[in-house]
């Protein structure tokens, strides 16, 4: 994928100057169209709402490994399991601002503690415009895929990070410091994001230094809203730049990676509805041609392919029934190395917020990814297990954008 950049300090200008423009134009629009009324005092309780996420699965492994035979292995694993509350109220400006604090489980030996705070930031929105700073998800991916958990895919989905030295749990990909702003047209179909972040870096997922920011980018989305997401075979179309910054690799200080995905309508029945997601990622690599360490891999140039078609069977307008397949494949670029992964699934709703879930996951490896990290030549993984997903909301005198759940990674509206 050949795509033209402006010269890098240029664009990690941009970057960091878009959230503030975003905020400074969207304050007095908002001032002068009056979208929102202020409550005139502070002491008015704030909007209250929590949500949450139960999952608790049993995972059988059959690995084949590179040295031959085969090796087993069984779990009960709750991770990716959080809760999230955000408070929120009307500022006088026709804004209304709030924090978020969620809590999350991590994978088992992930070095982040039985408990992980994936969500800590606070917020700005208005009808033209969003702020947020703070640690939340980072910007790198577009597309969500129908998959119980989120790092079931996330070598395919998302834009690996470069700063890791070992081979982290999925959370040291997905959450960071972030400063973002959000600038919308179209009653909110069109949104241009920018972006800077400080990832998680080195070999426990520590920042190499908590003030510095190592990465950022911008995206351009078009999105119907939730209420006209069946209006048009076009559900949503996107496209991302995003920069890393570059350690230890002489002549080299940035690496730029470029995305595009959406999603496609195959029909419009909300009753037994039909859809196709995709996503490709092309990472132009720092100038590495290796495989053997997941930074190497980040470092050396590759492209990432998911697309998945998922069904939903909704009788009464109630979510009963989806099925899904999911299919990706990675090339590593001057090197005999590349994967593929193809995983079905099938969630069966129980009653109110619990859900069956079945999975199988097959993984395969080939060239010199078979003697890289794990050292496997493919994975069987069998997930069963159930979740339970809950939000309520408390004092809700104002109206909101989207629900918190788009926050969390992976939420499928």
């Not at 399991?81 to 994978?107: I, K, N, T």
């Not at 790198?140 to 989905?157: K, S, W």
């Not at 190592?214 to 076009?234: F, T």
């Not at 590349?338 to 879930?357: D, E, H, K, Q, W």
Request: aromatic content about 12%.
């Amino acid at each position: 994928m050949n795509m033209t950049h402006c010269k890098p300090n240029s664009r990690r200008w941009l970057c960091a100057i878009l959230p503030v423009l975003a905020l400074a134009y969207g304050t007095t629009a908002s001032a002068a169209s009056g979208f929102m009324r202020s409550v005139g005092t502070s002491e008015v309780a704030p909007r209250i709402f929590l949500m949450g996420r139960g999952i608790a699965t049993f995972d059988g492994s059959f690995k084949n490994p590179t040295a031959g035979g085969t090796k087993t292995s069984s779990l009960i694993n709750f991770s990716d399991s959080f809760l999230d509350a955000q408070f929120a109220s009307r500022l006088y400006s026709g804004v209304h601002g709030g924090m978020l604090l969620g809590l999350r489980f991590p994978e088992a030996g992930s070095g982040l503690g039985p408990a992980f705070y994936h969500q800590v930031n606070v917020f700005l929105e208005a009808r033209r415009w969003g702020l947020r700073i703070g640690r939340t998800s980072l910007p790198n991916y577009l597309i969500a895929f129908p998959t119980p958990r989120d790092g079931d895919l996330i070598d395919y989905t998302q834009v690996p990070n470069n700063n890791l030295t070992g081979n982290q749990a999925s959370e040291y990909s997905q959450y960071g410091n972030v400063l973002k702003g959000d600038y919308y047209w179209l009653n909110s179909r069109l949104r241009l994001t920018g972006f800077v972040a400080n990832q998680l870096s080195g070999t426990t997922g520590n920042s190499l230094n908590r003030f510095s920011l190592n990465s950022g980018g911008a995206q351009i989305n078009y999105e119907l809203v939730p209420g006209e997401r069946y209006a048009s075979w076009l559900r949503q179309l996107g496209a991302e730049i995003y920069y890393q910054d570059v350690h230890h690799i002489p002549g080299k200080r940035r690496q730029y990676s470029y995305l595009i995905g959406g999603v496609i309508n195959l029909n419009r029945d909300p009753i037994d509805y039909w859809e196709l997601r995709f996503q490709v990622i092309d990472n132009e690599g720092a100038g590495v041609t290796s495989v053997t360490t997941v930074q190497n891999q980040a470092h050396t140039r590759s492209q990432s392919y998911v697309v998945s078609i998922r069904r939903v069977r909704s009788p009464y307008l109630m979510p009963r029934l989806q099925t899904a397949v999911t299919m990706a494949y990675q090339h590593f670029d001057g090197i005999n190395a590349n994967r593929y992964s193809v995983i079905p699934n099938i969630m069966y709703r129980l009653g109110a917020n619990t859900s069956l879930i079945a999975q199988y996951a097959y993984t395969h490896n080939q060239g010199m990814l078979q003697n890289a990290t794990d050292r496997f030549k493919s994975d069987n993984t069998v997930t069963l297990g159930l979740t339970y997903a809950f939000g309520t909301t408390s004092n809700n005198y104002f109206g909101n954008r989207t629900s918190l759940l788009n926050v969390e990674h992976g939420y499928l509206p």
